[in-house]
């Protein structure tokens, strides 16, 4: 696509290549150090994602926030100290930074400064390849930066040019920036909406006929892409990163039995999932609000397993989906620390399965389980079609899944999946539930 910012970027006086990050979390008054130490761990991930190593991290628990500041000055220079000690050229804060904040806080350590909002949709501006995708991640990025135009440094543009934020040159051009970003932010929807309108087209076109639809969704690097991969054959993007998949990846497959499904693989959530973001991709996580099942996939090997489920569970009751049934699975369970714990989880969530991707371990059981689940929204039906209405065995096969079907003397004999309601409609040619 266009280079979103190119006018902007043109009138940079001061773009950093930023090398070495010091990370810096804030615990919260409710927080206990052991939480604080992980939201660090993962703060440090998405970093290291993002491109850049932190040399250098620090939890601090402020007495109170300044809201123009955030910290004290008394923090402020601990972290000036710390900063010129290991020579970072850049300040990563694990919370959300006012415009305000984020515009004082580069004055005073005169480095660039960023929140954990930047960080994430830095990595989503980088990981995005499809249209809709780059489409959605740019709104999102301007939408950030339009009240950080007066910002001293431009955002990591070192990186990947157009698509990411910026600075004007400065007070006298800032109207005409701001203007400038209002009109691309306003085309981006346009584009946007013809985007979703074909998606909403091919949604309509799966939907005419009435194939089971499973969205699996997750905390991000729980290992649905391999899930994916490994049920389906597919070759969906795996890496041992965090937000390796944006696009949603849909594949047919056909089950025992003869039953069609459809998997579709979503974008992995986080905690503190910027709401930007969560608006820009809505269509695409519209999957798993109008899937039939949900697989919740759940990384059995961290510590922060809780967290993970709570967080994946509130975006999900954000999307509108919380009344669609979900199927609890823990992955990675042959590593060194979900053996340990697997007790422990397999006591929390009684319901839960328990599987390994990579080592083919559970799979056999989740199949099972999402059959029966299944069964219970479409049961499989052998019909006795009478020779005249060829009209409904066309029908048949256009919007419901075939498992078979013999020529017999009186008509046609077809099995079929049906739904309750569709039962009903044919209660009078059915010979046989089950």
Same mark, same amino acid.
């Given at each position: 696509?266009?280079?979103?910012?190119?006018?902007?970027?043109?009138?940079?006086?001061?773009?950093?290549?930023?090398?070495?990050?010091?990370?810096?979390?804030?615990?919260?008054?409710?927080?206990?150090?052991?939480?604080?130490?992980?939201?660090?761990?993962?703060?440090?991930?998405?970093?290291?994602?993002?491109?850049?190593?932190?040399?250098?991290?620090?939890?601090?628990?402020?007495?109170?926030?300044?809201?123009?500041?955030?910290?004290?000055?008394?923090? =402020?220079?601990?972290? +000036? %100290?710390? #900063?010129?000690?290991?020579? !970072?050229? $850049?300040? @990563?804060?694990?919370?959300?930074?006012?415009?305000?904040?984020?515009?004082?806080?580069?004055?005073?350590?005169?480095?660039?400064?960023?929140?954990?909002?930047?960080?994430? =949709?830095?990595?989503? +501006? %980088?990981? #995005?390849s499809t249209r809709e !995708?780059? $489409?959605? @991640?740019?709104?999102?990025?301007?939408?950030?930066?339009?009240?950080?135009?007066?910002?001293?440094?431009?955002?990591?543009?070192?990186?990947?040019?157009?698509?990411?934020?910026?600075?004007?040159?400065?007070?006298?051009?800032?109207?005409?920036?701001?203007?400038?970003?209002?009109?691309?932010?306003?085309?981006?929807?346009?584009?946007?909406?013809?985007?979703?309108?074909?998606?909403?087209?091919?949604?309509?076109?799966?939907?005419?006929?009435?194939?089971?639809?499973?969205?699996?969704?997750?905390?991000?690097?729980?290992?649905?892409?391999?899930?994916?991969?490994?049920?389906?054959?597919?070759?969906?993007?795996?890496?041992?990163?965090?937000?390796?998949?944006?696009?949603?990846?849909?594949?047919?497959?056909?089950?025992?039995?003869?039953?069609?499904?459809?998997?579709?693989?979503?974008v992995g959530f986080v905690?503190?999932?910027?709401?930007?973001?969560?608006?820009?991709?809505?269509?695409?996580?519209?999957?798993?609000?109008?899937?039939?099942?949900?697989?919740?996939?759940?990384?059995?090997?961290?510590?922060?397993?809780?967290?993970?489920?709570?967080?994946?569970?509130?975006?999900?009751?954000?999307?509108?989906?919380?009344?669609?049934?979900?199927?609890?699975?823990?992955?990675?369970?042959?590593?060194?620390?979900?053996?340990?714990?697997?007790?422990?989880?397999?006591?929390?969530?009684?319901?839960?399965?328990?599987?390994?991707?990579?080592?083919?371990?559970?799979?056999?059981?989740?199949?099972?389980?999402?059959?029966?689940?299944?069964?219970?929204?479409?049961?499989?039906?052998?019909?006795?079609?009478?020779?005249?209405?060829?009209?409904?065995?066309?029908?048949?096969?256009?919007?419901?899944?075939?498992?078979?079907?013999?020529?017999?003397?009186?008509?046609?004999?077809?099995?079929?999946?049906?739904?309750?309601?569709?039962?009903?409609?044919?209660?009078?040619?059915?010979?046989?539930?089950?």
């Open positions: 696509m266009d280079n979103i910012f190119v006018e902007l970027e043109e009138r940079d006086i001061l773009s950093l290549k930023c090398e070495r990050a010091l990370l810096i979390e804030i615990q919260e008054a409710d927080e206990s150090a052991p939480e604080a130490e992980s939201h660090l761990r993962e703060l440090e991930s998405l970093v290291m994602t993002m491109g850049i190593p932190g040399v250098e991290s620090v939890v601090i628990k402020p007495r109170e926030k300044k809201s123009g500041w955030l910290l004290g000055k008394g923090k =402020l220079e601990e972290i +000036a %100290d710390l #900063a010129a000690e290991v020579q !970072a050229d $850049l300040l @990563v804060f694990d919370t959300d930074l006012t415009p305000t904040q984020q515009r004082n806080l580069e004055r005073h350590f005169n480095l660039c400064v960023i929140d954990r909002q930047e960080v994430i =949709l830095d990595i989503f +501006a %980088d990981r #995005a !995708a780059t $489409l959605q @991640v740019a709104l999102a990025r301007m939408e950030y930066s339009l009240p950080r135009l007066t910002r001293a440094w431009t955002h990591l543009s070192r990186q990947r040019g157009g698509a990411k934020g910026t600075r004007g040159k400065g007070e006298t051009q800032l109207e005409t920036d701001r203007r400038m970003v209002q009109n691309r932010i306003g085309k981006l929807k346009k584009e946007l909406e013809k985007v979703k309108q074909t998606r909403n087209l091919q949604r309509k076109k799966r939907s005419e006929r009435p194939v089971p639809s499973i969205a699996i969704v997750g905390y991000t690097n729980a290992g649905k892409s391999s899930l994916l991969n490994c049920i389906t054959g597919s070759d969906v993007l795996v890496e041992d990163k965090l937000f390796a998949t944006l696009d949603p990846t849909t594949r047919r497959l056909k089950m025992e039995g003869g039953r069609e499904i459809i998997l579709t693989d979503t905690r503190k999932l910027p709401h930007n973001l969560v608006d820009a991709f809505h269509s695409t996580l519209e999957e798993a609000v109008l899937a039939d099942i949900i697989i919740q996939v759940v990384d059995g090997s961290s510590r922060e397993y809780k967290s993970h489920i709570e967080t994946t569970i509130n975006v999900l009751n954000e999307l509108g989906a919380s009344r669609v049934p979900r199927l609890l699975v823990f992955n990675k369970m042959d590593l060194g620390d979900a053996v340990s714990q697997r007790q422990e989880l397999e006591i929390a969530y009684p319901d839960a399965l328990f599987i390994s991707v990579r080592g083919e371990l559970g799979l056999k059981e989740l199949e099972e389980t999402v059959g029966k689940a299944l069964d219970e929204m479409q049961q499989l039906t052998t019909l006795l079609i009478p020779s005249d209405r060829w009209d409904l065995v066309a029908q048949l096969h256009r919007t419901s899944t075939v498992a078979g079907e013999d020529y017999v003397d009186e008509g046609v004999l077809i099995q079929v999946w049906l739904t309750g309601r569709d039962r009903n409609q044919l209660n009078q040619y059915i010979r046989k539930e089950g």
